[in-house]
Structure formats: C-alpha cells, structure tokens
C-alpha cells in the first residue's frame, strides 16, 4: 500500500498560500531557490513560481566540477523563467579550498572521496552550497526557499547547517512519495519523477541505496511512528518486512539529535 495525498488540489492551493503569506509577513519579494534537478527542489521552485511568478524567483544551480545542471534547467525552463534570472556557481573552489585546509584528500580513490572521508566531504558540498545560496539570497534581499521533504527530516537525511538550512521550507509536510504524487498531478517533466532520489554529494550516490530502504516503504512506517505516534511502541506496518520496519525506525531514532540541537540551557 502507497502513501496518498488525500487532496492533491488542496494541498497545492495550501502550499501556495503559505509561500505567499510568508513573503507578504517577512515584506520580501524574491526568492532564491538552490536547483538540483531532483524532484524535490523542481516542485519547490514549481510551488515558488507559482505564489509568486517568475519575475521574482532566482534560481541558483551549484554543481561541483562538472556535474549536469541540464535537469535543474528543464525545470527552469518548463517553469518559464527566464534564463537572465538563472545563476550557475561551481562549488568546487570552495570544497576544495576547505578540504585542504582541514586535511581532506579529494583526490583519493580515482578522484572521489572513499570511506570515512565520504561523509565529510559531502558535508563539506552541501554547506557550500548554503554559504553560496544566503550570500545571493543576501545580495538580492531575498528569502532562501528550502527543498527538504518530511521523510528526509525524519530519517535525518540531510546536512546540519548545510542543504536543510533555508528561510522556508514549502514541501515539509509531504513525505517523499507525496512530492511524486504532487508532482505527478502538476504534470512536472516524467523524466523528474522517476529520476533515483540522490544529494549530489559523489558520483553514483542514491538515497535508497545508502539508506537500504525505499521512500515507499520507509513512508509507509513513518506515517504510523511520526503521524500516529507510536515510535516508542510500534505496530506491525502491513506489506512492510520487519527488518526494513526496525531499520526505518532505527534510523529515526539515530538521528533524533540533528532535530534538537543545538542544545541549550532553558
């Protein structure tokens, strides 16, 4: 059994003015979006253009060396917005300016980081990517529109300070297989939604394939244990192996810190 949004057409009209009321509260007028070309970042910068038209969004494509930017531009371009508000920045000085200031060897195993280097490096991609993102949204007096999705917070997929750091985040509330459900009805490029889910962060990396479970399945559980609370006493989620259950719920509890911190005294 799949995930269903129950309103496709209310939660699009609920997006939308939640994005515009955020706008109108904080009396901004652009929007910066940091593109990736992954569904994601496509249905927040389709949910943008939508509350706020093109004229004031900003898409931002941060590759590292020579990554394709080419889905990130169909996204863009099937969007209408022009190409005179797209900005193109490689992150790669960066990374590389502070990998060698901390000691990192880029270059290792054929050019990609290996083993327990591939986690901080990929931390070190995805926190450029939100020093370049603030500083345009700095330079344009704009707001930062975040791409995390609800499954993503909750199995801690995300860099801390890095790719969920934002101003707004519009697609929190859906869960991966629901961003392809909205996706799907907006009628966004097919070559979008069925693309593998993956952060960019080397080459052939996947989300399911590091996470060892699929969004579909891991929704599924994470429907009952977050929307239904019963994390601390799970129920048998019907159509879901045990051991993909105990591991979904696992890697919930694993990352319960990058949800709190930082920690302070109250």
């Known amino acids: 059994m ?11 009209n609920a997006l939308v003015e939640f994005i515009r009321h955020t706008f109108d509260t904080q009396k901004k007028q652009l929007a910066v979006v940091a593109v ?34 080419a889905d990130a531009e169909l996204i863009c371009t099937w969007n209408q917005i022009p190409t005179s508000q797209w900005q193109v920045t490689n992150i790669e000085p960066i990374v590389r300016a502070a990998a060698g200031a901390v000691g990192l060897d880029l270059e290792a195993g ?17 926190r450029a990517r939100m020093m370049v993102v603030f500083d345009v949204a700095k330079k344009w007096d704009a707001l930062v529109c975040g791409t995390e999705n609800k499954s993503e917070h909750y199995l801690g997929y995300f860099t801390r300070f890095g ?18 459900q909205l996706a799907t009805h907006l009628g966004l490029p097919e070559q979008l939604i069925t693309k593998p889910p993956s952060a960019g962060l080397w080459q052939h990396q996947t989300d399911e394939d590091e996470l ?22 799970p129920k048998v989620v019907p159509g879901i192996d045990p051991d993909i259950q105990a591991k979904v719920i696992g890697q919930v509890k694993s990352s319960a810190f990058k949800r709190v911190v930082p920690y302070v005294l109250e």
């Open 2 to 12: 799949t995930l269903h949004l129950s309103s496709p057409d209310q939660t699009l």
């Open 163 to 180: 790719d969920a750091a934002s101003d707004l985040e519009p697609i929190s509330t859906l869960y991966k297989t629901q961003v392809r």
């Open 212 to 233: 060892g479970f699929t969004y579909e399945q891991a929704d599924q559980v994470l429907q009952q244990v977050i929307d239904e609370g019963t994390l601390s006493a």
């Open 110 to 126: 054929d050019g990609q980081p290996i083993a327990m280097e591939q986690v901080r490096v990929g931390n070190l991609m995805a």
């Open 36 to 69: 990736s070309g992954g569904i994601d970042s496509a249905l927040a910068l389709t949910l943008v253009t939508r509350a706020l038209g093109t004229a004031r969004v900003r898409p931002l494509f941060l590759p590292y060396q020579n990554q394709s930017t």
